[in-house]
């Protein structure tokens, strides 16, 4: 096992393994001194040796487990298609309100549940192969890589030499340091998605993205879901109306929420796991059949040997990376989790490109430039870009938002999926859009628009002329801009009338 994920599995997943780690595989022999040695082979890793390999550089590729990191194995890929799964039963259950009862209860089969999550995984690993990556010229080393010098790299033992290095080695769950947690055992993202049976009682720690998916998914699945969470809301990098929400939706899903809440002590009684909490001095048991960690991600630095090639990194947040995410050793780049505070997959990729372009074609680009959408895919999704109303506060920028609830969406309406809300923030007395937070369902398709508008540098007085479809989510974004050019021309109304009054 390594970060979490078993190496091998029998039979259905052979075609998977074949794709992302070849039992036959023999290293090639090194290219040496390689343009750009990539180390970890996950969202960003592989975005960076597809990319600089399609440009015309040689690249070695280094990777100690599987192709697609954490990302197809154990994270967005996996989780997407169990709380696709679990949206089904929640659909069928709710099938009354709609007209359409359904004849019984809705029932599960777990097993095809966790077949079909490993089919898809299997065929979205057929985009990034190893058969894939040849094809461009990419050199692939399974191994664990450490550095030897400024210039050198080691695969096991084979020494692989670089003009520029990537790390792009990604993170892995942190756990806590919570008395009696090892004695009854526990999971975490890599290896919940290797549960055999669905667990009767799951008791979560951590509200964050990770806690809060797989708590409403696994409720929807039919488990009793307790979710402990430190903090007084959920998903605390989100505003605070949104978390609210999603916290109203999970109770009404029947999930058992604990905030405010320590989990300070675990043990094993009868077979049974326990966490012991603490809530505003009140003592709690919670009984559960499988405990999920879920609290925070910590960067893959430890082995790689980082003070031979004189890179600084910390372990709680990563390699030290400047605003052109070259580390402290200028041919040695980062991109992704191993360096990053937002630890998603497009930000792992985009960051990957970046660090090609800065390290191999004299590019200057800043990661502080870089605009990332990101979604919890919950219900309802909840998606954010750009600055947060505290942000701006924070940085001293005036900040105006401009907000419409989804229950005045005609689309959200008749397809009876109306919480939420979009709310645009806009620099105050201009229309320049600085971030946008959407609570809805398909919020991961909507904050996209966000991502066009504000990367083309779209105002709101230009947005509220494009015409959307009808019905559709989407208008909510574009009654947020009719809305502000209703301010707009009512502030210009009102100047105007005062001109004239003051004319008189
Ligand atoms: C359950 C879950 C769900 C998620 N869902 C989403 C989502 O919906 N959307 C989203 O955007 N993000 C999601 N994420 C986050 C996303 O998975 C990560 O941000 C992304 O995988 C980071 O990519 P990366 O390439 O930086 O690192 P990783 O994916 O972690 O890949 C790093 C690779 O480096 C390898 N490696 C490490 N050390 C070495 C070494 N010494 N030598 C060789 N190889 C090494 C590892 O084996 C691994 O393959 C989710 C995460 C989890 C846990
Ligand atoms: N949809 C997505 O994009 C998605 C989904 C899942 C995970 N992820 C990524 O994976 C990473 C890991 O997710 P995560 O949710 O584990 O991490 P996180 O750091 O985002 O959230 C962890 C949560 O756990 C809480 N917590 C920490 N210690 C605790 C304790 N001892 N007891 C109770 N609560 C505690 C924190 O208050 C926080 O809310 C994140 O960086 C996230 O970006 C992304």
């Not at 605003?323 to 990053?340: E, I």
């Not at 990101?374 to 219900?379: A, K, S, V």
């Amino acid at each position: 096992m390594q970060d979490g994920v078993p190496i091998t599995k029998p039979g259905d997943e052979d075609r998977f393994l074949r794709r992302v780690r070849p039992s036959d595989w023999k290293n090639p022999v090194p290219r040496n001194p390689y343009d750009i040695a990539i180390v970890g082979a996950g969202p960003a890793g592989l975005e960076a040796a597809e990319y600089a390999a399609r440009l015309g550089f040689s690249v070695a590729l280094i990777e100690r487990n599987r192709l697609g990191g954490n990302s197809l194995n154990a994270g967005s890929v996996p989780s997407k298609a169990i709380i696709c799964t679990a949206r089904v039963c929640s659909t069928m259950r709710d099938a009354e309100a709609f007209g359409a009862p359904i004849p019984s209860a809705p029932s599960l089969d777990f097993d095809k549940v966790m077949a079909r999550m490993r089919r898809i995984r299997t065929r979205i690993s057929g985009y990034h192969s190893v058969h894939e990556l040849a094809e461009p010229g990419v050199d692939i080393f399974f191994g664990s890589a450490r550095f030897e010098s400024a210039d050198t790299l080691f695969v096991d033992d084979a020494p692989v030499h670089f003009k520029k290095a990537l790390i792009a080695t990604g993170a892995r769950p942190g756990v806590p340091n919570i008395p009696g947690l090892d004695q009854t055992g526990y999971r975490t993202s890599a290896t919940i998605f290797e549960m055999a049976a669905l667990p009767t009682r799951l008791a979560i720690i951590g509200g964050g993205p990770l806690g809060c998916e797989m708590a409403q998914a696994f409720c929807g699945l039919g488990s009793h879901v307790t979710i402990v969470q430190n903090d007084p809301k959920f998903l605390p990098r989100e505003e605070r109306d949104a978390a609210e929400i999603l916290s109203r939706s999970m109770a009404r899903d029947g999930v058992d929420i604990r905030l405010n809440t320590t989990v300070v002590g675990a043990r094993r009684v009868n077979g049974i796991k326990i966490l012991e909490t603490v809530n505003n001095d009140v003592k709690g048991d919670i009984q559960a059949d499988e405990i999920l960690l879920s609290i925070g991600r910590v960067p893959n630095v430890e082995k790689l040997n980082l003070a031979a090639a004189g890179v600084t990194f910390d372990e709680d947040h990563g390699i030290k990376v400047d605003d052109f995410l070259r580390s402290t050793n200028p041919n040695v780049y980062a991109a992704g989790d191993v360096c990053l505070a937002l630890k998603f997959t497009n930000a792992a990729q985009s960051s990957a490109r970046m660090a090609v372009r800065n390290a191999l074609m004299q590019a200057q680009q800043r990661q502080s430039s870089l605009v990332i959408p990101w979604c919890t895919y919950c219900d309802p999704e909840i998606a954010h870009i750009g600055l947060h109303v505290w942000e701006a506060r924070q940085q001293s920028i005036p900040i105006k938002s401009f907000t419409v609830m989804m229950h005045d969406v005609d689309r959200a309406i008749t397809d009876g999926r109306d919480t939420g809300f979009v709310k645009i923030h806009i620099s105050e007395g201009s229309d320049r859009i600085l971030g946008a937070t959407i609570v809805s369902s398909r919020a991961s398709e909507l904050i996209n628009e966000m991502a066009v508008i504000m990367s083309a540098g779209i105002g709101m007085k230009a947005l509220a002329e494009v015409a959307h479809t009808y019905p559709a989510q989407s208008e909510a974004i574009l009654l947020a801009a009719q809305a502000y050019t209703r301010n707009f021309d009512e502030a210009a109304k009102r100047a105007a009338s005062g001109n004239a009054d003051n004319g008189k």
